[in-house]
T-cell receptor
Framework: GAVVSQHPSRVICKSGTSVKIECRSL??????MFWYRQFPKQSLMLMAT?????????EQGVEKDKFLINHASLTLSTLTVTSAHPEDSSFYIC??????????FGPGTRLTVL | SQQGEEDPQALSIQEGENATMNCSYK?????LQWYRQNSGRGLVHLIL?????REKHSGRLRVTLDTSKKSSSLLITASRAADTASYFC???????????FGEGTQLTVNP
C-alpha cells in the first residue's frame, strides 16, 4: 500500500506562534492532498483540498489566512497554522489521493497551543 | 457539517462476539469506505464498496450498502481485543475524491 508521512507527529507551541506541518507521499505522486482536523472524540472535518501547483480550496468556515496550505510538489503539502491560539489545538491529519478510489492517510500531528 | 451518522456511538462486546456498526448518509455517492482509527493515530483503510455493489467481504469484515436507504453496515465477526478502535464510514460524493466522514463508532472488545 501507499505510505504517507507527517512531520512533526507532535508539537507544543506558545500562543501567537506559527506552526508548519508537512505531509509527504513517500512512494507515489499525489496531485491532490487533503487536510483534516479532528477534535477529541469527534470525527474528521475536512479543512481544505490541496492541488499541486494551484491554490487550495477551503471548506466553509475555514480561514484561509489562518491555515496556509502550500502544495509545492507532487509529494509534499504543508499546512501552516498562523498565530496559533489554544482553540487551534487539535489533531491534524492529511491524506493523499492516488487517482484511485482510496485516500491514504498520514499518522496525524497533535498540536497543542499553550 | 458531517453528512454521515453512525450508530451506535459506542459499542462494548466480549471477545468472540460479532460487532455491527451502521452508517447513514444523505446525498448520492460514488462509493462508501470504512476506516479504523486507534486512539491518537491515523486512519487505516478497511474496505471500499461502490455504489453499484450491495455486499463486500474482506477477512472478518462484511460490509453492506443499501443505496435506496442511504445506509451501510460494517460487521466484524469473531471479534478480538485488538479490534478495539474507532470505526468511521466515509462517503465519496458523485463529484469525486472528496470524503465526508461519519461521526464514528467507538468499539471496545473485552478479553
Amino acid at each position: 500500500g501507499a505510505v504517507v508521512s507527517q512531520h512533526p507527529s507532535r508539537v507544543i507551541c506558545k500562543s501567537g506562534t506559527s506552526v508548519k506541518i508537512e505531509c509527504r507521499s513517500l512512494d507515489f505522486q499525489a496531485t491532490t492532498m487533503f487536510w483534516y482536523r479532528q477534535f477529541p472524540k469527534q470525527s474528521l472535518m475536512l479543512m481544505a483540498t490541496s492541488n499541486e501547483g494551484s491554490k487550495a480550496t477551503y471548506e466553509q468556515g475555514v480561514e484561509k489566512d489562518k491555515f496556509l496550505i502550500n502544495h509545492a510538489s507532487l509529494t509534499l503539502s504543508t499546512l501552516t497554522v498562523t498565530s496559533a491560539h489554544p482553540e487551534d489545538s487539535s489533531f491534524y491529519i492529511c491524506s493523499a489521493w492516488k487517482n484511485t478510489d482510496t485516500q491514504y492517510f498520514g499518522p496525524g500531528t497533535r498540536l497543542t497551543v499553550l | 457539517s458531517q453528512q454521515g451518522e453512525e450508530d451506535p456511538q459506542a459499542l462494548s462486546i466480549q471477545e468472540g462476539e460479532n460487532a455491527t456498526m451502521n452508517c447513514s448518509y444523505k446525498t448520492s455517492i460514488n462509493n462508501l469506505q470504512w476506516y479504523r482509527q486507534n486512539s491518537g493515530r491515523g486512519l487505516v483503510h478497511l474496505i471500499l464498496i461502490r455504489s453499484n455493489e450491495r455486499e463486500k467481504h474482506s477477512g472478518r469484515l462484511r460490509v453492506t450498502l443499501d443505496t435506496s436507504k442511504k445506509s451501510s453496515s460494517l460487521l466484524i465477526t469473531a471479534s478480538r481485543a485488538a479490534d478495539t478502535a474507532s470505526y468511521f464510514c466515509a462517503t465519496e460524493g458523485a463529484s469525486g475524491s472528496r470524503l465526508t466522514f461519519g461521526e464514528g463508532t467507538q468499539l471496545t472488545v473485552n478479553p
